[in-house]
Each structure stands twice: as structure tokens, then as C-alpha cells.
């Protein structure tokens, strides 16, 4: 049952309330109004269980979408490494290739002296 004050509690239960002393008889329109109060009040018990629920189901799927996305960037983390490496065994290859063409310029150009000294 939901928590209410006692005037609220005897009309949730079906018994005649009386006014709270100080106060004059409630009125029909009164005891109606307080009894769609308790039931909006019990509703809200459910309602909160419906987005208990409903919390649940979104955060398991905002989990899903994170494991997936954890999934996705493991796997163009991986493509972004593999890329890497193929570009630093390139750039090695580049780099050894200017080092024997500047060896081979270096030699050209020793040659061309010797001749020139001839």
C-alpha cells in the first residue's frame, strides 16, 4: 500500500473519513478527489516499476552499443596498427634505397673527379 497520511488511508481502504478536527465535512467532490489522488499515488507504485523496467532495457542496450563500439574500435585499432607497421617497414625500404642511391652518387661524383684530375 502506498504511504499516505491516515484521512487519505481510510479512503484508500473503504472507510468512512471524517475531517480532520478544525475542518469542516469533506464533501463528496472531496472524497473523490482524495481517492483519484490514492489511486494516481498506487499508479505511480507500477509506474515506477514500469520505469524501473524500462531503465533497465535502456541500459542494457546503451551497454550493447557500448560493447559494440569497444568491439568496432578494437578492430580499426588493429587496422590502424597494421597500417603503421606497413608504413614503417616502407619507410625503411625508402630510406635504405636513399642511402644506396646517395652511395652511388658519392661514388659517380669521386669518379668524375678522378677523371677530371687525369
Known amino acids: ?15 468512512p473519513v471524517t475531517a480532520p478536527a478544525g475542518v469542516g465535512p469533506l464533501s463528496q467532490g472531496s472524497q473523490r478527489f482524495l481517492t483519484i489522488i490514492i489511486d494516481l499515488k498506487g499508479s505511480d507504485e507500477d509506474a515506477n516499476a514500469r520505469m524501473d523496467e524500462l531503465d533497465l532495457k535502456k ?4 551497454v550493447d552499443e557500448l560493447i ?6 578494437q578492430q580499426e585499432n588493429k587496422s ?4 603503421h607497421n606497413s608504413l614503417l617497414a616502407e619507410r625503411n625500404q625508402l630510406i635504405e634505397k636513399t642511402e644506396q642511391a646517395r652511395t652511388r652518387v658519392e661514388a659517380m661524383i669521386q669518379r668524375l673527379k678522378a677523371l677530371e684530375n687525369e
Open 68 to 73: 559494440d563500439a569497444v568491439e568496432r574500435l
Open 80 to 83: 590502424l596498427r597494421d597500417n
Open 59 to 62: 541500459l542494457e542496450t546503451r
Open 1 to 15: 500500500m502506498p504511504t499516505v497520511d491516515p484521512l487519505c488511508r481510510a479512503l484508500y481502504i473503504g472507510k
